[in-house]
């Protein structure tokens, strides 16, 4: 995986982006430390570097389509998808697509989930990139892959903010053939 900080504007390092990111212990559970970006989001200037760099490497992989994971990740993929001048289709949460979806179950670092996709044409033969706010097990991640290969893209990529270097979303992509990008690691410990 490339870390970002190439591509951060020399006043937004690493370690800036990841002092905007609030940490909440033991949350939704025992055990997890939840990376909140909401605070990151409330920061103009960080969100915009955060953009600037999520678009900066966007450019140099020759996409032409966007798919944004249910909710966080449409936060950023809306702001790539102006920005690029992409198509930009919604990989949401089970239940909230209205026409015919194909579904992916998966498993995530707190519980199991289903997300879904519209049975649409605008991923056929395209470079697709997957765009999330964090990578952990990478359940999530790959489900969302697995509906752009079903949907006959030709090739999909994996952009977040945060990947959790412990745990092995980041190693199951690359063993996957997925190209990822991610602005900061977090370890537990942090
Ligand atoms: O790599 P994984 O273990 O799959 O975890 C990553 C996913 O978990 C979080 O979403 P969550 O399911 O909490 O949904 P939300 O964005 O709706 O809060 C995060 O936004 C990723 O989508
Ligand atoms: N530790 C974590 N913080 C925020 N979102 C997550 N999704 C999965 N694990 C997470």
């Known amino acids: 995986?490339?870390?970002?900080?190439?591509?951060?504007?020399?006043?937004?390092?690493?370690?800036?982006?990841?002092?905007?990111?609030?940490?909440?212990?033991?949350?939704?559970?025992?055990?997890?430390?939840?990376?909140?970006?909401?605070?990151?989001?409330?920061?103009?200037?960080?969100?915009?570097a955060v953009i600037k760099s999520l678009v900066g490497w966007a450019r140099e992989r020759d996409l032409n389509c966007l798919a944004g994971i249910d909710a966080r990740g449409f936060v950023l993929?809306?702001?790539?998808?102006?920005?690029?001048?992409?198509?930009?289709?919604?990989?949401?949460?089970?239940?909230?697509?209205p026409a015919e979806t194909l579904s992916e179950n998966y498993t995530l670092e707190y519980g199991q989930a289903t997300i879904e996709v519209h049975n649409t044409d605008t991923i056929r033969g395209q470079r697709v990139l997957v765009i999330d706010d964090l990578l952990a097990t990478g359940g999530t991640a790959l489900a969302a892959i697995r509906?752009?290969?079903?949907?006959?893209?030709?090739?999909?990529?994996?952009?977040a903010i945060i990947n959790l270097s412990e745990l092995p979303g980041q190693q199951l992509l690359h063993e996957d053939g997925i190209h990822t990008f991610a602005l900061c690691n977090f370890n537990e410990s942090e």
Request: hydrophobic content about 45%.
């Open 1 to 48: 995986m490339r870390v970002g900080s190439f591509f951060l504007e020399a006043s937004m390092t690493e370690e800036a982006i990841k002092s905007n990111i609030r940490t909440i212990r033991d949350w939704p559970k025992p055990g997890i430390n939840f990376r909140d970006v909401t605070t990151l989001f409330e920061n103009a200037d960080c969100f915009r």
């Open 77 to 97: 993929a809306g702001a790539l998808a102006y920005e690029l001048g992409l198509p930009l289709v919604l990989v949401r949460k089970k239940g909230k697509l």
């Open 147 to 159: 509906l752009m290969r079903r949907l006959g893209a030709e090739r999909v990529d994996f952009a």
